[in-house]
């Protein structure tokens, strides 16, 4: 999660179970999301409590200077001062900051509808309600603004799945402006009331399906759960949900804010909006299926390797992950295989058959260099000649063995430098590819799009 400023307020805090001692203290929010707040004084009135030095703490509940009321929650101690005779403060971390509501100890915490926005999310849409108007003549311009119909399809497991558009209209106009803005945020709807962590899971791959779209690391900038059980009267007996702002270290994250031009991006919602619904159900079906292969990507993307040779093996394991998990052929059948190890074991002295079961206990498996052939033959005439095809291979290969053992043998063959971060695209463009394929583009499409779309195009021919 990524926040425009970092939040610091002065509040009172408690225990939901310990509400008459009230600690005064400081919450702060970092641009992250990440979540602390010092108090001073101690949680705890008995000898037991604090001579306790268990880091977790449970849950805390909140008032913050402008009124609104929290609740802190997974909480732990960073660091703990107890001082007799003088003042004590400790540091508190949060796990989740609930900004618009009060939880009990214990109750949980559930939501019927969950909002959220990410950064990049109106780039690429590309679906604006705004349009300008020039009169040369008369040397004068008319804005005009009809909000864009929301774009709603269904998800798997009863989940309603929308993006929806609000704005801001200007107020009483100044001298020299006049401001319109529109931002798009999606909205997940269940019948029932789910667990946060529901909600929180089907975000992470909904935000990393808009990083693999947009190809680049985009952040959520905002989070917002309603429940049908917690609302609040808005006049004429009317009520409505109250909502209930969640912050919290969400990832993927970048050091810096992402900056997105739609000819960078490997393609935008125009490509795919009518088939939007099972693009998206396919996506976190094959996600479930494969969510290694996919965490092993996205990590080499959001920079959590620091050097280049991590990100490498990043990317050459998944795809060895991503093919593992999609397909089941072995060097031969399974009764034929295993009949060849009671064979060669009964021929192996018994001190040490437990060593050699162990040896061939993955020897039926396709090698590294038959798993990377067989993803690139759907993609032969992108990767060039049938040598090149080739040379790349070996080079993944030779390299990933050498990254792994560190063999001298092999530090001749192995890429560095610039030959390294070449290898790296390929792979990266590699999983592209096949990320089309498995939210169901067909293949025209995908060679299409690998022709015209510069970005991925020179990954490739790098």
Same mark, same amino acid.
């Given at each position: 999660?990524?926040?425009?400023?970092?939040?610091?307020?002065?509040?009172?805090?408690w225990?939901?179970?310990?509400?008459?001692?009230?600690?005064?203290?400081?919450?702060r929010?970092?641009?992250?999301?990440?979540?602390?707040?010092e108090v001073?004084?101690?949680?705890?009135?008995?000898?037991?409590?604090?001579?306790?030095?268990?880091?977790?703490?449970?849950?805390?509940?909140?008032?913050?200077?402008?009124?609104?009321?929290?609740?802190?929650?997974?909480?732990?101690?960073?660091?703990?001062?107890?001082?007799?005779?003088?003042?004590s403060?400790?540091?508190i971390?949060?796990n989740?900051?609930?900004?618009g509501?009060?939880?009990?100890?214990?109750?949980?915490?559930?939501?019927?509808?969950?909002?959220?926005?990410?950064?990049?999310l109106?780039?690429?849409?590309?679906?604006?309600?705004?349009?300008?108007?020039?009169?040369?003549?008369?040397?004068?311009?008319?804005?005009?603004?009809?909000?864009?119909?929301?774009?709603?399809v269904?998800?798997a497991?009863?989940?309603?799945?929308?993006?929806?558009?609000c704005w801001?209209?200007?107020?009483?106009?100044?001298?020299?402006?006049?401001?319109?803005?529109q931002k798009?945020y999606?909205?997940?709807?269940?019948?029932?009331?789910?667990?946060?962590?529901?909600?929180?899971?089907?975000?992470?791959?909904?935000?990393?399906?808009?990083?693999?779209?947009?190809?680049?690391?985009?952040?959520?900038?905002?989070?917002?759960?309603?429940?049908?059980?917690?609302?609040?009267?808005?006049?004429?007996g009317?009520?409505?949900?109250?909502?209930?702002a969640?912050?919290?270290?969400?990832?993927?994250v970048?050091?810096?804010?992402? @900056? %997105?031009?739609?000819? +960078?991006? *490997?393609f935008?919602y125009?490509? $795919?909006?009518?088939?939007l &619904? #099972?693009?998206?159900?396919?996506?976190?079906?094959?996600?479930?299926?494969?969510?290694?292969?996919?965490?092993?990507?996205?990590?080499?993307?959001?920079?959590?390797h620091?050097?280049?040779?991590?990100?490498?093996l990043?990317?050459?394991?998944?795809?060895?992950?991503?093919h593992?998990?999609?397909?089941?052929?072995?060097?031969?059948?399974?009764?034929?295989?295993?009949?060849?190890?009671?064979?060669?074991?009964?021929?192996?002295?018994?001190?040490r058959?437990?060593?050699?079961?162990? @040896? %061939?206990e993955?020897? +039926?498996? *396709?090698?590294?260099?038959k798993? $990377?052939?067989?993803?690139? &033959? #759907?993609?032969?005439?992108?990767?060039?000649?049938?040598?090149?095809?080739?040379?790349?291979?070996?080079?993944?290969?030779?390299?990933?063995?050498?990254?792994?053992?560190?063999?001298?043998?092999?530090?001749q063959?192995?890429?560095?430098?610039?030959?390294?971060?070449k290898?790296?695209?390929k792979?990266e463009?590699?999983?592209?590819?096949?990320?089309?394929?498995?939210?169901?583009?067909?293949?025209e499409?995908?060679?299409?799009?690998?022709?015209?779309?510069?970005?991925?195009?020179? @990954?490739?021919?790098?």
């Open positions: 999660m990524r926040l425009s400023e970092p939040i610091e307020k002065s509040g009172y805090f225990l939901p179970a310990k509400p008459d001692n009230r600690l005064p203290g400081i919450l929010v970092s641009e992250t999301g990440e979540t602390n707040v001073i004084g101690i949680f705890g009135d008995t000898l037991a409590e604090l001579n306790d030095s268990t880091p977790e703490i449970g849950r805390i509940v909140g008032v913050i200077e402008n009124g609104d009321i929290i609740t802190l929650d997974h909480c732990f101690y960073r660091n703990r001062n107890i001082s007799f005779g003088g003042i403060k400790s540091t971390h949060a989740f900051l609930l900004r509501v009060q939880y009990d100890e214990g109750e949980p915490v559930t939501f019927s509808r969950f909002r959220f926005s990410v950064e990049g109106d780039e690429w849409l590309s679906v604006s309600g705004l349009s300008v108007e020039h009169n040369c003549s008369e040397r004068s311009a008319s804005i005009h603004f009809n909000p864009p119909k929301e774009i709603a269904q998800l497991d009863g989940i309603g799945f929308s993006v929806t558009f801001t209209l200007p107020g009483i106009p100044i001298v020299t402006e006049a401001k319109i803005t798009a999606i909205t997940l709807k269940s019948e029932s009331l789910r667990p946060l962590e529901d909600f929180l899971a089907l975000v992470f791959k909904l935000n990393n399906f808009l990083c693999f779209a947009t190809d680049e690391t985009v952040s959520l900038d905002s989070a917002t759960g309603f429940s049908h059980e917690i609302t609040r009267e808005v006049g004429n009317e009520k409505r949900e109250v909502p209930i969640v912050y919290y270290e969400s990832t993927p970048s050091e810096g804010r992402p @900056k %997105l031009h739609w000819h +960078n991006m *490997l935008r125009g490509y $795919i909006a009518n088939q &619904e #099972p693009i998206l159900n396919s996506w976190l079906t094959n996600y479930e299926i494969s969510a290694p292969a996919f965490n092993l990507y996205f990590a080499s993307k959001s920079g959590a620091k050097y280049l040779e991590g990100r490498f990043s990317l050459a394991q998944g795809i060895e992950t991503l593992r998990r999609n397909s089941h052929e072995t060097h031969m059948l399974d009764e034929e295989f295993d009949q060849l190890v009671v064979t060669i074991v009964e021929g192996c002295p018994s001190v058959r437990e060593w050699l079961l162990k @040896k %061939l993955y020897a +039926n498996e *396709l090698p590294l260099r798993r $990377i052939k067989q993803m690139l &033959e #759907p993609f032969e005439s992108i990767y060039g000649s049938s040598k090149e095809r080739k040379q790349f291979i070996g080079k993944v290969i030779d390299t990933r063995n050498y990254l792994t053992h560190y063999d001298p043998k092999l530090e063959q192995a890429a560095n430098g610039e030959t390294l971060w290898l790296c695209m792979l463009a590699l999983f592209q590819l096949h990320f089309l394929r498995l939210i169901g583009l067909d293949a499409f995908i060679r299409k799009l690998a022709n015209e779309n510069h970005a991925l195009r020179s @990954k490739v021919e790098t």
